[in-house]
Structures are given as C-alpha cells and as structure tokens.
C-alpha cells in the first residue's frame, strides 16, 4: 500500500478500512450509491455524521475485538 502513497499516479481505491482513508488526498463519501461528502479525513470527521459514523463504528469494533 505504501507504494500507491509515493506514486504520482491518481489512484482510486475504494475501501472499507477507514485507517487506510486517514492518508489519503481526498475522500469521497458514498451513501446509497450517492456521494454525500468529500474532503479530507480531518475535514470529514469535522463535518459529515455519515462519516462520523463510519469511522467511530469502525473505531468500536476494533475495540471490542481487541
């Protein structure tokens, strides 16, 4: 993975492991196949719940499964 992050090429990744996102340039957020927010992970987190929500559930189940 750290290759695509060093290359100059547009890569489009699409990902359900929202640590991978935390590097990326910019991300869009899809919800029934529409995209509701873009930017970047920061951004995101400031201001789209669906994102919120994504990634705190993410952040909850890695912590019960730890």
């Known amino acids: ?3 695509l992050f060093e290359s ?3 890569c489009i990744m699409v990902s359900h ?3 991978d ?3 990326f340039d910019h991300i869009y957020v899809m919800k029934d196949g529409v995209i509701v ?3 970047r992970h ?3 987190l400031e201001k789209s719940r ?3 929500e994504l990634y705190l559930s993410k952040e909850e189940v890695s912590t019960a499964t730890s």
Do not use: C, P
């Open 17 to 19: 492991r929202y640590h």
């Open 42 to 44: 920061h951004e995101l």
């Open 1 to 3: 993975m750290d290759i």
């Open 50 to 52: 669906d994102y919120q």
């Open 8 to 10: 100059e090429a547009t």
């Open 21 to 23: 996102s935390e590097n």
């Open 37 to 39: 927010a873009d930017g």
